[in-house]
């Protein structure tokens, strides 16, 4: 069975500061990854995924992320932040073959001025 | 394109009343999604179909919950009777050739039964 473990539940920061949102997962078999963001009273959306091919992903509004295989680890990470990146973060992990995706229990990214 | 649409946004009933949410997806989508939010849980995948089909079902908690898609463009999630552990966020989703395609979230619907 996979799994996906969010680090951290909350992360706040400065405005214009960096930061990372880590997400570790667990799978048998060969994975996709995914990030997506809930901005309150929302539903998800994508922010970028992992399918195959280069472990650097990059995505919308600045975020990217990187695949580690050996560290079973997908973190996504943004250069400098802004007030409007206040939202709750999901890591996702999809099996390959499978539509189920096993989300992460998701990482409140608040910005601070 | 009007996104994934979900009624109600809010439902408050009381426990043992039926309860059925209702969602609209994306036009040309023909995979769709129930999950539910909770605190405790987090995000849980109830149902998906397939060009209308039921695929998978083995995240729906009970018996007391059953999903219907009777055409491209409808489904419900019907929960009868409610109880108070019910009480969590529902979101339909809909992706155009399956999960590896962006999922299209619906606002929710908040549910509380008291």
């Known amino acids: 069975a996979q799994s996906v473990t969010q680090l951290d539940s909350q992360v706040p920061v400065f405005e214009e500061a960096p930061v990372e949102l880590r997400c570790n997962y667990s799978?048998?078999?060969?994975?996709?990854l995914f990030w997506y963001v809930q901005y309150p009273n929302q539903g998800l959306q994508l922010l970028l995924k992992y399918l195959s091919g280069s472990t650097l992903v990059k995505g919308i509004n600045g975020f990217e992320a990187e695949f580690n295989k050996s560290q079973t680890s997908f973190h996504l990470r943004k250069p400098s932040v802004h007030i409007s990146d206040t939202a709750e973060y999901f890591c996702a992990v999809g099996p390959g073959g499978s539509e189920k995706l096993v989300f992460g229990k998701g990482t409140k990214l608040t910005v601070n001025p | 394109d009007a996104g994934v649409i979900q009624s109600p946004r809010h439902e408050v009933t009381e426990m043992g009343q039926e309860v059925t949410l209702r969602c609209k997806p994306i036009s040309g989508h023909d995979y769709l999604f129930w999950y539910r939010q909770t605190m405790m849980r987090g995000l849980e995948l109830l149902i998906y179909f397939n060009n209308n089909v039921p695929i998978d079902d083995s995240g729906m908690p009970e018996d007391r919950f059953s999903a219907k898609m009777p055409n491209a463009s409808f489904s419900t999630l019907k929960i009868q009777p409610s109880e108070p552990r019910d009480s969590a966020v529902y979101f339909c989703a809909s992706s155009f050739s399956g999960a590896l395609s962006p999922l299209h979230f619906g606002n929710g619907t908040r549910l509380t039964v008291t």
């Open positions: 799978s048998s078999v060969s994975v996709y």
